[in-house]
């Protein structure tokens, strides 16, 4: 079993922070990319930040400056450090991460692995 826990959600003042987690359990021997997504009501999901194996990062344009991600391999957690918040980001936000699972049936074969979620509400 592998799956992807978000965690840090929640209703925040605009201007203020929020920091997301989101942590991989389950057999996993190694994750390559991992990923922050969200979708608003009425839009279609979309890519919020990204951070690669190397640690290297993406940005949607509208969070660049803002937001932050990086990743914690230890610990097979991704963090969304989340500042100057707006009103527009509200949506529900989603870890997405690639994972390679352990056991010889997965061999070098990787698992896209998503997240159910985590709800955040920024108000005027």
């Known amino acids: 079993q592998v799956q992807l826990v978000e965690s840090g959600g929640g209703l925040v003042q605009a201007g203020g922070s929020l920091r997301l987690s989101c942590a991989a359990s389950g057999s996993v021997l190694g994750i390559s990319h991992m990923a922050w997504y969200r979708q608003a009501p009425g839009k279609q999901r979309e890519l919020v930040a990204l951070?690669?194996?190397?640690?290297?990062?993406n940005y949607a344009d509208s969070v660049k400056g803002r937001f932050t991600i990086s990743r914690d391999n230890a610990k097979n957690t991704v963090f969304l450090q989340m500042n100057s918040l707006k009103p527009e980001d509200t949506a529900v936000y989603y870890c997405n991460a690639e994972i390679f699972p352990s056991g010889a049936a997965w061999r070098d074969r990787s698992l896209e692995v998503w997240g159910q979620g985590t709800l955040v509400t920024v108000s005027s």
């Open positions: 951070i690669s194996s190397r640690s290297s990062t």
